[in-house]
């Protein structure tokens, strides 16, 4: 992920929060647009502007390999931000609003700093990850601002997430002759862990604001906190890349057991609702 994929993110979650703020001071008489009684289906799609979260990975559960990092040894970083996209069909009773939401999210990258003994000031590592998620969420509406109508939610469910590309890189070793040498034309010895897809228990709390635009069609806008559980490299061979004192790459593969992070993100959600 470049800095320029990162400041025009950046901008669109700004413009978010912006549009936000111009639709809070809506004319109040838009409000009375919204529908009254029970009983409403609805069918909505949003766009989310997840911001950048702190990953932390360190050793998970003994799978009855080795493990990868042992004690005061990590792989911290930052997962970058990126766009969600989520459609949901809903049923309304009075103020309470329940629905079923699936989110697709684009390939994120991580980028980190691994911390091993002897491998330097410097340890740079890489992944990308992808998830999709379903939820069953519930919203109540609460009171006015503006031209729109106040509400929170929160809502359980699953996390799928793929893992892959995960590489820790060495290119300034504490001793520059030794296990981590550099090959004969510069190239940086690196290690390689598995891939994987898993699914984790997933929650989210929101809160946020809706303006009716016309009678059957609301626009939401919120603020998301989601914890999508853990996330995990799998449990077998890593590989390790590494130069003899000849130069000659040496491959080897070294079972391991699985490492693992939390995933909690924070969210900016802008979301067309129809009510059919």
């Not at 799928?160 to 296990?179: I, K, N």
């Not at 061979?237 to 995933?263: F, H, K």
Request: aromatic share 8%; hydrophobic share 35%.
């Amino acid at each position: 992920m470049t800095q320029v994929d990162n400041r025009c993110r950046t901008a669109g979650l700004a413009g978010l929060l912006l549009g936000l703020g111009c639709l809070c001071a809506a004319p109040p008489g838009i409000a009375a647009q919204a529908p009254t009684g029970l009983g409403r289906v609805s069918v909505s799609v949003g766009v989310d502007g997840v911001l950048p979260a702190d990953l932390r990975f360190v050793d998970g559960e003994d799978a009855g390999e080795a493990a990868l990092y042992g004690d005061d040894q990590s792989d911290a970083g930052t997962l970058g931000s990126g766009l969600e996209y989520r459609l949901a069909a809903g049923y309304r009773f009075g103020a309470f609003r329940a629905q079923v939401e699936l989110t697709v999210t684009g390939q994120r990258a991580y980028e980190g700093q691994s911390n091993y003994a002897g491998g330097g000031p410097v340890q740079p590592t890489e992944a990308r990850m992808n998830a999709r998620r379903l939820l069953l969420s519930g919203f109540r509406e609460f009171g006015a601002l503006g031209g729109g109508r106040l509400w929170v939610g929160g809502g359980l469910g699953a996390n799928r997430y793929r893992l892959t590309d995960y590489v820790q890189r060495f290119p300034s070793p504490d001793d520059p002759s030794g296990r981590l040498r550099r090959g004969p034309a510069g190239e940086v010895p690196s290690t390689s862990l598995p891939a994987n897809t898993g699914y984790g228990f997933a929650w989210m709390l929101a809160a946020g604001l809706t303006v009716p635009l016309r009678a059957d069609v609301l626009l939401d806008f919120g603020y998301r906190y989601t914890d999508a559980g853990r996330v995990r490299t799998g449990a077998g061979d890593i590989d390790v890349v590494r130069y003899d004192e000849e130069g000659s790459r040496q491959l080897r593969r070294v079972a391991i057991n699985p490492t693992g992070a939390d995933l909690r993100l924070h969210s900016l959600t802008a979301t067309l609702r129809w009510l059919p």
